[in-house]
């Protein structure tokens, strides 16, 4: 079974009346002959499409995510395809195939193998798919067995159904990672080719380091998605405060590229976001300058940007607003003077969208020459570590100082005023929910738990106690004495 993306580049050769109503870059799954009929009918691949073809309205609008589970089900296709078994077959035949696939993805060659995390990603995607093929009569049963549980959530409670098939996984707060200040520190420097001194590393030659440096410093200040910093316009950073203040800078996201298209507004510290005006001035404007770049045909039509502003530009002759376009056309965007309009370009004035390699291999780089327990450092670990920062700021009183100083300036109106009143007044939880695009506190509350939101009140409230006089050093060590003994054999209840 092969596995493609639908383009409507060309429709207008093609033996049909009207545009295709599929979205582009829409996956489409294929038996090798090339056939959606067989003897019976309509083949299975012919339902699959179908599926597919619904995800955009049934809660999966990110063409990432229709090609994820385009290839869990090509996967399980072929699969049943190899040990004579049809995709809609009878529920005791799916269930025997279903076993032999579960032993396949945790015992089989190395190459198939599944972590648990991704094994139980991909049953519940097959979990859904059938439900919606017995709904839709297409299957007569589903090959998964469910037990009955209860979800608890403060005095919230609900019933839910376990898919068994589903594998153990460890607690998820021990799952989820995030760099401490000092690992953070050497990662940004090392994606602007610096050692942990500071001072330029001798034995590395990379290239773009304005840039990877300036884009780094954004993610980790900001919190953005790696979607959201990667198909950022350079019109749609904000502009840089005329001096520095304690306060962060407003940064609004467009809802364009957000988790479920949700708008919302984060901000950045004063430092990160000379870093990338700094690099828009030099390094980028140098490679976008008389750029003759151009989007491939595959792309789609080239986007030719007049007039641009913070809101919005001439896109064909036609004034279109940023928040309006989505990732795929923001890469088709050609600015006025040469280049791509993202963030982010190569030296040819292209856009840049694999960040994924570039933190590998600075990841890669910092572990083989200076320290060798570095995490690897994916985009996402980068929002972990602003939550974690920021909520300790919050927690810590940090941002009600500066609001405090901002107030007693006399500063009745501006930007500056209207977030210091909201710091000055917001529940810590209220505005990390509010800079992360959470729908809601509980939200925010179960994802900082699987972080280490226990260890950041425990040292605002430790720190606060020092900072009062209410815990002198003599006493912390006095308490930390109490507890020395219990690694020693034969002492207290230890063993003897």
């Known amino acids: 079974m092969e596995l493609t993306f639908f383009s409507s580049v060309g429709w207008e050769s093609w033996d049909v009346e009207a545009r295709p109503a599929i979205p582009e870059g829409m996956p489409v799954l294929v038996d090798d002959d090339l056939r959606f009929d067989g003897d019976g009918g309509p083949r299975p691949s012919v339902a699959v499409n179908r599926w597919l073809r619904e995800l955009p309205f049934s809660g999966a609008p990110s063409p990432g995510t229709w090609a994820v589970y385009a290839r869990v089900l090509r996967d399980w296709a072929v699969f049943c395809s190899e040990h004579g078994t049809d995709v809609f077959a009878g529920r005791e035949d799916l269930k025997a195939v279903l076993g032999a696939y579960a032993v396949h993805r945790a015992d089989g060659p190395e190459q198939a193998r599944f972590a648990a995390t991704t094994w139980n990603r991909h049953v519940s995607v097959l979990s859904c798919f059938y439900q919606w093929a017995v709904a839709e009569g297409h299957a007569s049963g589903v090959p998964f067995s469910y037990a009955q549980a209860q979800v608890r959530y403060g005095d919230v409670r609900r019933d839910a159904q376990v898919n068994l098939a589903r594998r153990r996984v460890p607690k998820r707060h021990v799952t989820i990672r995030y760099l401490e200040p000092d690992f953070a520190e050497l990662f940004i420097g090392a994606l602007g080719g610096l050692g942990p001194d500071g001072l330029p590393d001798g034995g590395y030659r990379g290239r773009e380091l304005a840039r990877n440096s300036a884009v780094g410093k954004l993610a980790l200040a900001s919190g953005l998605r790696r979607q959201e910093f990667t198909y950022l316009l350079v019109y749609e950073v904000p502009p840089l405060p005329s001096s520095p203040g304690r306060l962060p800078v407003p940064f609004p996201v467009p809802a364009s590229v957000t988790k479920g298209r949700k708008y919302r507004t984060t901000w950045a510290d004063h430092a990160s976001l000379e ?114 920062a920021t909520l300790e700021r919050l927690v810590s009183g940090y941002y009600a100082q500066a609001a405090g100083l901002v107030t007693a300036t006399g500063s009745s109106h501006g930007p500056d005023a209207a977030l210091a009143l909201y710091l000055a007044k917001a529940d810590p939880m209220m505005v990390l929910r509010d800079l992360l695009g959470h729908s809601s506190v509980v939200t925010t509350e179960a994802y900082l738990r699987r972080l280490d939101m226990t260890r950041v009140y425990a040292d605002a409230y430790e720190r606060a106690g020092r900072d009062a006089g209410l815990i002198s050093e003599a006493a912390q060590r006095e308490a930390d004495e109490e507890f020395t003994d219990e690694n020693c054999p034969g002492t207290g209840g230890g063993r003897p």
């Open 275 to 388: 870093a990338v005006h700094q690099y828009a001035a030099l390094d980028r404007a140098a490679a976008v300058g008389g750029s003759r770049w151009r989007p491939p045909p595959q792309w789609g039509e080239p986007l030719m940007v007049t007039e641009p502003d913070a809101a919005g530009g001439r896109v064909n002759g036609r004034r279109v607003r940023w928040d309006k376009l989505g990732p795929g056309q923001r890469c088709r965007l050609g600015a006025p003077g040469g280049g791509s309009c993202l963030l982010a370009v190569r030296p040819d004035g292209g856009p840049v969208t694999a960040w994924e390699s570039v933190f590998t291999r600075a990841s890669d780089r910092i572990r083989r020459r200076f320290e060798p327990r570095f995490p690897h450092v994916h985009p996402h670990r980068l929002r972990h570590s602003f939550a974690l």
